[in-house]
């Protein structure tokens, strides 16, 4: 039986080549097709003008695989794409044959509105050195500062490489984004939690973990918010256990 592809979706400010890493370590790639692409305003993909939101993110994942021909694929998504990845699951159940969130946000608060709002000005003030080193160093946790310099300036220079515009775009799009109807996810869930993450706090785990079906959580220690530079090979054996 051939083995479904895999489909990732990136987080604010980054690209689809962020897996590349844990894609190498896992080996997944000499068993599956691995599809990866950047958001509107991301990476290689420039600003269309038409409106950027969670939902018109979420139907771009859907084209991709439509492109590729893919009927059902394993989703695997990290913090605002886990989001975005979670609004596709619960869309279309029937494209997603397992679902795997990183670090992954949702409906914010207040707070968090304001937050992204104030962001998204800075941003748009005086461009991505605005925020970069703070977000990045937000985002690991106290070992990934100590120790791993390569994290640490990974995360720094990708938000620094981000287009203005799309980064302004989404964050003005996941403060207004809606929870999606998370009961209608049929797959077989994974939760990949970072223990020191400050973005996706253990609230919101709690939270999924209890309206998506079928959901199993790893919490992982050592690791803020950039899994997939902060633990490579751990988030590989996890992708890999849990798919194969």
């Not at 494209?95 to 949702?106: E, N, Q, R, S, Y």
């Not at 300036?153 to 964050?171: D, E, K």
């Not at 999606?180 to 994974?190: F, G, K, R, S, V």
Request: contains cysteine; negative net charge.
């Amino acid at each position: 039986m051939e083995c479904e592809p895999i489909l990732f979706i990136h987080g604010l400010g980054g690209t689809g080549a962020n897996i590349g890493p844990v894609i190498e370590a896992s080996r997944l790639a000499s068993t599956r097709k691995i599809i990866t692409f950047d958001l509107e305003g991301h990476g290689l993909s420039p600003l269309s003008g038409n409106e950027i939101s969670l939902v018109n993110y979420a139907e771009s994942a859907r084209a991709v695989l439509d492109v590729h021909g893919v009927d059902k694929a394993v989703v695997i998504g990290h913090s605002m794409g886990g989001f975005i990845a979670a609004t596709l699951a619960a869309a279309y159940p029937a494209k997603v044959a397992k679902l795997i969130l990183l670090g992954t946000v949702k409906q914010f608060g207040e707070l968090g509105v304001k937050a992204l709002t104030a962001r998204a000005d800075a941003v748009r003030k005086d461009g991505m050195i605005a925020i970069a080193d703070a977000v990045s160093k937000a985002g690991m946790s106290q070992r990934s500062l100590e120790t791993s310099l390569l994290a640490r300036h990974f995360a720094r220079v990708t938000l620094l490489n981000s287009p203005v515009g799309g980064y302004v775009a989404a964050c003005l799009a996941v403060a207004k984004a809606t929870d999606p109807e998370y009961a209608n996810i049929m797959a077989d869930t994974l939760i990949l939690a970072g223990e020191e993450d400050k973005v996706s706090l253990a609230e919101v785990v709690v939270y999924l973990k209890e309206h998506i079906p079928k959901t199993k959580v790893i919490t992982m220690k050592n690791v803020g918010h950039w899994h997939l530079v902060e633990d490579i090979e751990g988030v590989a054996q996890a992708i890999k256990e849990f798919i194969e």
